[in-house]
């Protein structure tokens, strides 16, 4: 039986990962971390029935993990928090998917230290759709034969979200960059802004949009458009969930999607 707790369960993602692990052979909820709603059953928040599974104060999550026995967390808070709870959890020999997006640079660093310093595997995704990571290949294989093309990325969230651009759109610039010997990056033109040969980010922000990423390579007399949309979260709380199951099992060390999905 592999041992799932979540961080960041009363959430949108974190409800739909519990609802995911519950229906996973050989998966158990151990744990449930958040902000809010401490104290009341993890089930009873997200309306799945009672669970007997508290949600913990995220303080708690060092003895909280060792005493309910979790093999994996997983993580779908905001950067802040989980740049501070991954690596307590890595501490504890706890191994980790994490889900959460807008890290900075020193903060992706300090969590994948962590993983590798405490021996455990883990992966930081900003995407766990495999529709999602089959287009990052497509598009890295795209960026070998247009490179000449002008860039541009274009991709629209529901107006709650917090972070912008989104983490999948970083990950599709820096993909198409490393396959073109590095690039600039523009976000967002405003005023005389001559295009160079940068990649062009933008992000669009309304309604219940789940998350819709496009990538446009234009050039003299044609275009081609490559594009992903998510109907529903359950195409990331399913990935990661799978992922949960996959890094539970691995050797120590740091993953991509890439490598759970065989691709
Ligand atoms: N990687 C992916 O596939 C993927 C997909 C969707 C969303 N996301 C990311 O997952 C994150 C969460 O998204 P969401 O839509 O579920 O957001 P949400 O706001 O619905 O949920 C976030 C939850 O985290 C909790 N939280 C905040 N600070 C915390 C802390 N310090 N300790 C513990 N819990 C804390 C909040 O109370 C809330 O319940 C975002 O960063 C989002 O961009 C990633």
Redesign the pocket.
Known sequence: MINIAV??????????IISNILKVEGAKLSAA?????IGLDVGEVAQLGTLNVPISD?KDIGSVLKSSGTNVLV????????V??APKAADCGVNLV?????FTDDQKATIEAAILKNNVAGII?????VG?NVFFKVLREAARYLGEMDVEIIEA??N????AP???AKKAADIISEALGGKEYVFGREGLAPRGREIGIHAVRGGDI??DHTVLFAGDGERIEIKHQ?HS?Q???G??VKAAMWIARAKPGLYTMEDILGL
């Open positions: 961080t960041g369960a009363s959430g949108k993602m974190g409800t739909l971390f958040d902000l809010v709603n995220v993580d779908f808070t905001i950067a802040g928090a989980t501070v709870n994490i889900g959460t997006t807008g995704s900003p995407n766990y759709s999602v969230h529901h709650q979200k917090k972070d989104s983490g999948t789940v998350g998510a979260r195409a990331f709380a990935g990661a």
